[in-house]
C-alpha cells in the first residue's frame, strides 16, 4: 500500500505538470487510450467470456458514467492543489457506503451513519463554505467522486457474474469510448512531450493498482488502508516543494477526519465479517 500511495501520487503529480498545455478533456482521453496498451495480455480473457445485453449495457453505463467522473479530476488538477484534490477523493468510499444503503439494500447501522457525518464534516472543513470561495475545480471534485463512487458499484454489481479482470478491461475500453467525443471537440495536436507524460500517467496508474492488489492479498483491507493516509502528507509535500502550493492545515485536517471515518466502518465490517458489504476503496481509480 506505500507503494500503490507512491504511485498514484506521482500519477496526480504528473498530472498536475501538464498545466494548461492541454485541454483536461483530450488529457483525459489520452490517458485512457494510452493505457488500452496494458490490456493486451488479458485479450484473451476478454474475448472468451460470454456476456449478456444485461452485462453490455451495464459495461456501457459505467464507462459512461467513469468518463464523466475522470473529466471532472483532470480539470480539478488544474484548478486546485495536489493536496486538496487527494483529501477530496477520499470522499468516494463514502458516496459508495450511501449507494449501496440506497440501491444494494445494505443495511447502513447507527456506526455508519455517525461514520459518514464525520466524514462530511471533513468535507466541509476543507471547502470552509463562507471563508473562502468554492471554486469549480471544488465543484469538479465533489463530481468526481460521486461518478467514481457510482463506477464502483456498477462494478459491485458486474463482478458477482464477471471476473474481476474482465471488469477492470471493460471500464479502460468503454471509457476511451465514451471520451472520443468530447476530446474530437476540444482536439489540439498534443506534443511529444505530452504524449511521454500521459504514458507515464498510465504507467503509475497500473503500478498503483497492481500494487493495492498485492497488498489486499496479503492482509485484510482494515489492516492496509490506514496506509492510504500517507498518500495525503505526499500529495502536500510534492505540492509545496515542486508546485510551489501553500500547506493548508484544514485540508490535511479535515482530509484525516475523512480517512478516519471511512477506516472506521471497514474496521467495524471487519471485525463483524460482513464480508457481504461493500469495501470501501480510497484508490483513485482513474
Do not use: C
Request: no cysteine.
Amino acid at each position: 500500500m506505500f507503494s500503490a500511495g507512491l504511485s498514484f501520487v506521482a500519477m496526480t503529480a504528473l498530472v498536475k505538470s501538464l498545466g494548461t498545455s492541454m485541454d483536461p478533456i483530450e488529457a483525459a482521453f489520452l490517458r485512457y487510450a494510452l493505457g488500452l496498451v496494458f490490456l493486451l495480455p488479458a485479450m484473451r480473457a476478454i474475448l472468451t467470456t460470454h456476456l449478456t445485453r444485461r452485462h453490455i449495457a451495464l459495461f456501457g453505463l459505467r464507462g459512461a458514467i467513469h468518463a464523466v467522473g475522470v473529466m471532472l479530476w483532470f480539470f480539478a488538477m488544474t484548478r486546485i492543489p495536489l493536496a486538496e484534490v487527494t483529501a477530496m477523493n477520499y470522499l468516494t468510499p463514502v458516496y459508495v457506503t450511501l449507494g449501496a444503503a440506497l440501491f444494494l439494500g445494505e443495511t447502513m447501522a447507527f456506526r455508519r451513519i455517525a461514520a459518514v457525518l464525520v466524514a462530511i464534516v471533513g468535507a466541509v472543513i476543507i471547502l470552509r463554505p463562507g471563508f473562502r470561495e468554492i471554486s469549480a475545480g471544488h465543484l469538479a471534485m465533489l463530481g468526481t467522486s460521486l461518478m467514481l463512487g457510482g463506477s464502483y458499484l456498477l462494478a459491485k454489481a458486474m463482478v458477482q457474474d464477471v471476473r474481476p479482470s474482465v471488469v477492470v478491461a471493460h471500464l479502460s475500453i468503454w471509457t476511451t469510448l465514451f471520451l472520443i467525443p468530447f476530446a474530437i471537440a476540444v482536439w489540439t495536436p498534443p506534443s511529444l512531450r505530452d504524449i511521454g507524460v500521459l504514458f507515464m500517467i498510465a504507467s503509475f496508474a497500473t503500478a498503483g493498482h497492481y500494487f493495492m492488489t498485492l497488498a489486499l492479498q496479503a492482509a485484510p483491507v482494515a489492516v492496509t488502508q490506514p496506509v492510504t493516509f500517507l498518500q495525503l502528507i505526499w500529495a502536500t509535500l510534492l505540492g509545496a516543494l515542486v508546485f510551489q502550493e501553500g500547506i493548508d492545515i484544514w485540508v490535511v485536517g479535515g482530509g484525516t477526519l475523512i480517512l478516519a471515518a471511512v477506516s472506521f466502518i471497514t474496521w467495524r465490517e471487519a471485525v463483524l465479517n460482513r464480508s457481504g458489504l461493500t469495501p470501501p476503496s480510497l484508490a483513485p481509480k482513474l
